[in-house]
C-alpha cells in the first residue's frame, strides 16, 4: 500500500511564528517528509537544511535538492548533535517531535500495534529496538518505562506479563506483544490496551525526551542573535521539557516536576526571551481535519545575542528504576 502523505502539523503557524524573511537561514531539526522545509523554501528563505537521523528520508530530501537547487540540503544525524558539523548559524531553527505518518505507517519499523512487524521501533537504523528492551529488562525496569513515559496506570502487571510470557516464548514481533498487553490490560473506551505500552517504548528506543533536551540545548549555541526557535510537540512530558528550557533560558525559575528535578536559574544572562502569545494551539479546523493536531502544542522564543548557557539542561527523571539505553546496548 502507498504510504499515506505526512500531512504537516501547525504549518501556517509554524511560519507565522517564524516570520521568515527574505534570503535568511532555516534549520528544519526533523525533516520527515519536507513539510517544513518546503513551505520555507516557498516562502523565501535563503536556505534550508534539513536534519533527521532516519536514512529513509534520503528520498525525499534529494528531491528537494533538486527542486531548489543550492538551497536544501539534509544532514542525517540526530538533532542533539546538530551543532557538531560544522553547520553556520541559523536565523530559525524549528523541531516537530516525535514520528512521521510514513514511519507508523511501514509494518517493517514496528511502530504499530495495528501492523504486525518486527518489534523494532528505532527511527535510527542503530542501537537497540523494541525487541531487545522486552525481552532483556527486568519487571522493575519495564514497569518504570510504561508507567513515566507511557503514564500507563497498569504498568506493573502488564511489566510481570511480559517477563513470564518471554520465559515461555521469545516475543519479538508488534502481534506477538500485542497479545500478551491484551492478555493483562482490559480495553476500554476508544483507547486500545496497547497503545501506551507502544508509546512509552518508543520514547525509551529513541531517547525521545534526552534527545528533545540536547537538541535545545545545541540549537541554543546554534542560533544568531534575534533568531527564533519554534517547537512543535505532542504529549506533557515533551511540553514540559521545551517549557522547562525555554523558563530557564529566559531567566525563569522553573520547579521541577513529580519526575525531573527542579532547575534552578543558572545564572546568566537571558539567551532566549519569550514574546506575548509564545504558546499556540492547533485551531479547531485542523484538529477536525487531522487527528495527529489534536495534542499538538507550539511555543517558540527569540534567541538574544548574550551567549549560550554553560550549563546543559539533561532528561534526569528522579524515578528510580528508569533504565537508561545503555543497559541494553
Ligand atoms: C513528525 S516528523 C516531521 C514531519 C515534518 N515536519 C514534515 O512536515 O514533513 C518527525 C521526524 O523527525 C525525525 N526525528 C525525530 N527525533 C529525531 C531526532 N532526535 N533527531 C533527528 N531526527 C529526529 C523523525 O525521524 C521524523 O522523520
Known amino acids: 500500500m502507498a504510504d499515506r502523505p505526512h500531512i504537516p502539523v501547525m504549518l501556517d503557524d509554524v511560519l507565522r511564528a517564524a516570520s521568515v524573511q527574505p534570503g535568511e537561514r532555516v534549520i528544519d531539526a526533523t525533516f520527515g517528509n519536507g513539510g517544513y522545509s518546503e513551505a520555507f523554501l516557498r516562502a523565501g528563505a535563503g536556505e534550508v537544511i534539513g536534519l533527521d537521523r532516519d536514512p529513509t528520508v534520503l528520498a525525499r530530501a534529494d528531491e528537494l535538492s533538486k527542486t531548489y537547487e543550492g538551497r536544501f540540503r539534509l544532514v542525517e544525524t540526530p538533532f542533539s548533535e546538530m551543532d557538531q558539523h560544522d553547520l553556520p548559524l541559523a536565523d530559525i531553527i524549528v523541531f516537530d517531535i516525535g514520528v512521521s505518518s510514513m514511519q507508523i505507517d511501514r509494518a517493517e519499523r514496528g511502530f504499530s500495534f495495528q501492523k504486525d512487524g518486527p518489534l523494532d521501533m528505532r527511527m535510527s537504523r542503530s542501537g537497540p529496538t523494541a525487541r531487545d528492551a522486552v525481552m532483556t529488562l527486568g519487571a522493575d525496569e519495564l514497569e518504570a518505562i510504561f508507567r513515566i513515559y507511557g503514564e500507563e496506570r497498569q504498568a506493573r502487571r502488564a511489566a510481570a506479563r511480559i517477563v513470564e510470557a518471554r520465559q515461555e516464548a521469545d516475543i519479538t514481533s508488534t502481534a506477538e506483544l500485542v497479545d500478551v498487553i491484551e492478555s493483562v490490560i482490559p480495553r476500554s473506551g476508544k483507547i486500545h490496551p496497547a497503545t501506551r505500552i507502544f508509546q512509552a517504548l518508543r520514547i525509551f528506543v529513541n531517547d525521545e525526551l534526552g534527545e528533545l533536551y540536547r537538541g535545545l540545548c545545541a540549537a541554543e549555541r546554534l542560533l544568531a542573535p534575534g533568531g527564533r526557535l519554534v517547537v512543535v510537540t505532542f504529549h506533557s512530558l515533551e511540553d514540559r521539557i521545551a517549557k522547562q528550557f525555554l523558563r530557564d533560558r529566559a531567566g525563569e525559575f522553573e520547579g521541577g516536576s513529580r519526575y525531573a ?20 494551539k492547533p485551531s479547531r479546523d485542523e484538529e477536525q481535519s487531522n487527528p495527529r493536531a489534536r495534542s499538538a502544542k507550539l511555543r517558540m522564543a527569540i534567541r538574544t545575542d548574550a551567549p549560550a548557557h554553560q550549563q546543559d539542561l539533561e532528561w534526569t527523571p528522579a524515578k528510580r528504576a528508569l533504565p537508561t539505553l545503555a543497559a541494553i546496548a
Open 261 to 280: 528535578p527542579a532547575v534552578t536559574h543558572s545564572g546568566p544572562a537571558a539567551s532566549f526571551r519569550m514574546p506575548r502569545r509564545s504558546v499556540v
